[in-house]
């Protein structure tokens, strides 16, 4: 093999050099967004620079009080999306109205049939919930034509339902729009990458996040519960430094 000529000596000392001017977190957007794929990647990156400068008007946007059938998304239907289906389920449950609405859970890049992350079941056991008998969903285009909002975790999620199911943008929406404090309308970040205390505070952001989603498609049925205050109060508070009850097992399945 050749060895490499001046001029590309050159090229890879301008790279390395210019590597060390941009800071750590562009280099990683930007990779994100190299894996996402050009359409995804583009809408992601668009996200992530009106986030980052405080422009965050796309996540206001509420699910309709007529919508009657929820999609939860994530990356891996492990985790959050896995967590949010079953408290979902167990909200409707101490409120009686569990056949009102259908509820499901899945992910973009998930692998059917895996058990939930240990941890989150770990988390999901101290919120008196289980996830025990959850196995991970792989998306599909009939679950996304037949749910009446799609609820997303973070940017990655939303971009890839974008630009993978353009004609149904609409129906995607930001769960964090019903975080409370420092976290509301701001992404729901993926415990996956940090440890069980991560997936804890995860966990509270989103039992927050359900009461107040199935609040507001029933105002009259979800009273706000001691519990869920300090929930709130412990997930704003992380968001600014950042025997379980065997809930909903007969599922109506989109």
């Not at 992530?48 to 405080?54: A, E, N, Q, S, V």
């Amino acid at each position: 093999m050749s060895a490499p000529g001046a001029e590309e000596v050159g090229t890879n000392r301008a790279k390395q050099l210019l590597r060390g001017f941009i800071p750590g977190f562009l280099l990683q957007q930007r990779e994100i967004a190299r894996r996402l794929g050009v359409e995804a990647g583009r809408q992601y990156l668009r996200l992530r620079f009106l986030d980052t400068i405080g422009v965050r008007g796309q996540n206001y946007r509420p699910v309709p009080s007529s919508a009657r059938s929820l999609l939860f998304v994530c990356h891996g239907n492990i985790m959050r999306s896995a967590l949010a289906e079953s408290l979902t389920y167990r909200v409707l449950h101490e409120c009686g109205i569990e056949e009102k609405i259908i509820v499901i859970s899945a992910g973009i890049h998930a692998t059917a049939g895996r058990e939930a992350h240990p941890w989150a079941q770990d988390a999901a056991n101290e919120l008196g919930i289980t996830l025990a008998g959850h196995r991970a969903r792989p998306l599909t285009h009939d679950m996304v034509e037949s749910s009446d909002a799609i609820l997303a975790m973070d940017y990655q999620n939303k971009a890839e339902l974008s630009a993978r199911f353009p004609e149904y943008r609409e129906k995607v929406y930001m769960l964090g729009a019903y975080a409370e404090g420092a976290g509301q309308y701001r992404e729901i970040a993926d415990p996956y990458h940090g440890d069980l205390e991560t997936t804890r505070i995860c966990a509270r952001q989103l039992q927050v996040c359900i009461r107040n989603l199935i609040g507001s498609l029933y105002p009259d049925s979800v009273p706000l519960k001691e519990t869920d205050s300090m929930a709130s109060q412990q997930a704003g508070s992380a968001s600014k430094n950042p025997g379980p009850a065997v809930i909903g097992t007969n599922r109506r399945q989109i």
